[in-house]
């Protein structure tokens, strides 16, 4: 399983990222976010805004941005938690550019 170690670089729609086998690959969620965006209640959509995609942050095994969907508890109140990425499918992404 490949994971994301670190972010390098952050430019609008492609993330530079430092690889657990210690390669480094960008990732270009161009496409991806395009069709997110199709549907604006998709979580995705929001980070076509280019000053909010640029608030990627690195956990150490994938990419998110902070307060990115709303997560309904057991109790029925909602809270803003992180969106995310699998990093297979970022994976996948790099590894096909």
Do not use: H
């Not at 270009?28 to 980070?47: G, H, I």
């Not at 990419?63 to 508890?73: F, N, Q, S």
């Amino acid at each position: 399983m490949k994971w994301i170690e670190k972010i390098l670089q952050i430019d609008p729609y492609t993330v530079t990222c430092l690889w657990n086998d210690k390669k480094v690959r960008v990732i270009d969620l161009s496409e991806f976010l395009l069709e997110k965006a199709k549907n604006p209640k998709n979580s995705y959509a929001q980070l076509t805004d280019k000053k909010r995609f640029l608030q990627a942050k690195c956990d150490g095994t994938t990419i998110y941005w902070e307060k990115g969907v709303i997560m309904k508890e057991t109790d029925g109140t909602e809270n803003l938690g992180p969106l995310d990425i699998d990093p297979d499918f970022l994976f996948e992404l790099c590894a096909s550019s």
